[in-house]
């Protein structure tokens, strides 16, 4: 069995997933929470600091920016010969009185645990589902966020694109690309096959990591950016729009060295692909 974790110090440690059905479905709406049958459609309030989290299997994820103060979910599902009725959506309210939400897509006989801090899936019946010809089907999810909102997103294969956000975000994925907006921040992205491009508005306060295996990594961020910096590829480049301190010696392919005053930890990682710190 193995665990997808949100956390930075999982990424890349997700298996390669299933193809999986999709039913779709709701759970924990209140009164004030609206929904219905037609694909799917979820919306309810969501204050600013509080956050949004996004698990999906198979599929992109694409998080907007909402025009008012409550959060909108909608999923859109795809197939072609696979069984719809073997997976829902679920929305929920958790965390500290259930101010979060959780949206999660449930594959049948596949998820174990669906929270805000893993995805869980049995190993036999995906790698079962991968060999099933017949089970093609993918979700396509769009939520839409109110300003303030912290959003983390996970999927397994598909793209994540992030526009529109305004705090913190945490993305990660397996099969597919990254791209991620926020005028806030900070932001934190990661995948394995696929390209990872992130724009921030602040830093925060803790280390920075973005990785991908197969694919280029670019981040752009404020230019009075003060970090102990690490970008490292293997059949690639790398490169800085900002002036830097190297430490020890200077390789094409790997650069350690300290931007400003130093501090924080800022780590660009691919192994087939080029390595670009930008100024914003």
Same mark, same amino acid.
């Given at each position: 069995m193995k665990t997808l974790r949100t956390s930075p110090m999982a990424r890349g440690?997700?298996?390669? $997933?299933?193809?999986? *059905?999709? #039913?779709? $479905?709701?759970?924990? *709406?209140? #009164?004030?929470?609206r929904q219905s049958d037609r694909d799917f459609r979820w919306d309810g309030p969501l204050a600013s600091g509080r956050w949004v989290y996004v698990r999906n299997l198979n599929g992109p994820v694409r998080i907007e920016?909402?025009?008012?103060?409550?959060?909108?979910v909608t999923a859109v599902k795809r197939w072609r010969r696979g069984d719809p009725a073997d997976a829902t959506i679920e929305v929920t309210r958790v965390s500290s009185g259930d101010q979060d939400v959780l949206v999660c897509a449930i594959w049948r006989d596949v998820t174990e645990e669906?929270?805000?801090r893993d995805y869980r899936t049995r190993d036999n019946r995906r790698r079962n589902r991968w060999n099933d010809r017949d089970d093609d089907v993918s979700v396509e999810l769009t939520v839409r966020v109110p300003d303030g909102v912290k959003v983390d997103v996970t999927t397994v294969n598909g793209g994540l694109e992030i526009d529109g956000a305004t705090s913190v975000v945490e993305a990660h994925t397996v099969n597919g690309g990254v791209r991620a907006r926020s005028s806030g921040g900070p932001v934190r992205a990661s995948t394995v096959?696929?390209?990872?491009d992130v724009t921030m508005g602040a830093l925060g306060d803790g280390d920075l990591e973005f990785s991908t295996t197969n694919g280029s990594v670019e981040v752009t961020v404020p230019g009075d950016l003060?970090?102990?910096v690490t970008m490292r590829t293997v059949n690639g480049s790398v490169g800085s729009d900002f002036p830097m301190?190297?430490?020890?010696?200077?390789?094409?392919r790997?650069?350690?060295?300290?931007?400003?005053?130093?501090?924080?930890?800022?780590e660009l990682t691919t192994t087939n692909g080029?390595?670009?710190?930008r100024k914003g």
């Open positions: 440690l997700w298996p390669m $997933a299933c193809l999986a *059905a999709l #039913a779709i $479905a709701a759970t924990g *709406a209140s #009164a004030q929470e920016r909402a025009s008012g103060g409550r959060l909108e669906c929270s805000e096959n696929g390209d990872v003060n970090a102990e301190t190297v430490n020890g010696r200077i390789n094409p790997r650069i350690t060295a300290t931007i400003g005053r130093g501090g924080r930890r800022l080029s390595v670009e710190l």
